[in-house]
């Protein structure tokens, strides 16, 4: 005869067991997909961090406009490589508060950063020593050094145990965003300067603290969690 009462009672006593084992499983695959996402908004920052290495396609138009040497041009390009590679803090501002909002910063120092270089190119300062701009790409490229760093830390977190290609594919891309530079400034700006007979400099300039800004829309996916095998790493923003 079927008993009720026991069939009852085995329910009851084994439902824990496989709702626990469900669970895993859909922790598991979430922590798949979040990590893939991650990786591809990072891909995304990368892209849109390395703007300084556009500066060749500006740096003649530098010299031409504010009247400076080449030399000059020179010593601003490298004080803004310094400004870079001094990331350093945003290493120690990642450990601390995770990639979300170490990559807001540094978007909101490059968009900044670009930002008051337009204005230098405009004559809004009175002034166009090189030292002032200097300064100023300086802290553009200190911004990209943030971004740099959301992005590769996060991947590295996220895939232990493919790191030296995940960090490859990051610093591929960081390499590329000259390119997307350069095609993002012929074809929104180049023709419609060239019309109007003016320069494209300080809109250059402009144009890519916009690129920059818009990492806010990947950094919402930057998420630095446990991988598949369920190691939580130390610190930071882990996925939920």
Not at 93 to 111: E, H, K, L, M, N
Not at 114 to 132: H, M
Request: charged share 15%.
């Amino acid at each position: 005869m079927f008993d009720i009462k026991r069939n009852v009672l085995l329910v009851a006593r084994y439902t824990p067991f496989v709702s626990a084992s469900l669970c895993e499983v859909n922790d598991t695959k979430r922590r798949m997909v979040n990590r893939w996402l991650s990786f591809s908004a990072s891909l995304f920052v990368q892209l849109c961090a390395g703007t300084a290495y556009a500066f060749s396609l500006y740096s003649n138009h530098l010299r031409d406009t504010l009247g400076w040497n080449q030399k000059e041009v020179e010593h601003v390009g490298s004080i803004g490589n310094i400004g870079m590679y001094l990331g350093i803090f945003a290493g120690i501002f990642y450990d601390r508060y995770g990639p979300q909002t170490t990559g807001v910063v540094g978007a909101a120092i490059s968009g900044l950063g670009y930002t008051l270089i337009y204005l230098f190119t405009t004559g809004f300062f009175q002034s166009t020593e090189p030292w002032l701009g200097a300064v100023l790409f300086a802290a553009a490229w200190h911004g990209s050094a943030w971004l740099d760093t959301s992005a590769i830390a996060n991947v590295c977190k996220n895939f232990p145990e493919d790191k030296g290609l995940a960090l490859g594919l990051m610093k591929s891309f960081f390499g590329l965003s000259a390119s997307l530079v350069a095609v993002v400034n012929t074809w929104l700006f180049y023709q419609t300067e060239d019309s109007r007979g003016g320069g494209h400099g300080g809109q250059s300039f402009c144009k890519n603290g916009h690129v920059v800004a818009t990492n806010s829309s990947a950094l919402r996916a930057l998420q630095r969690g446990p991988d598949v095998a369920g190691t939580k790493p130390s610190g930071g923003n882990g996925v939920p």
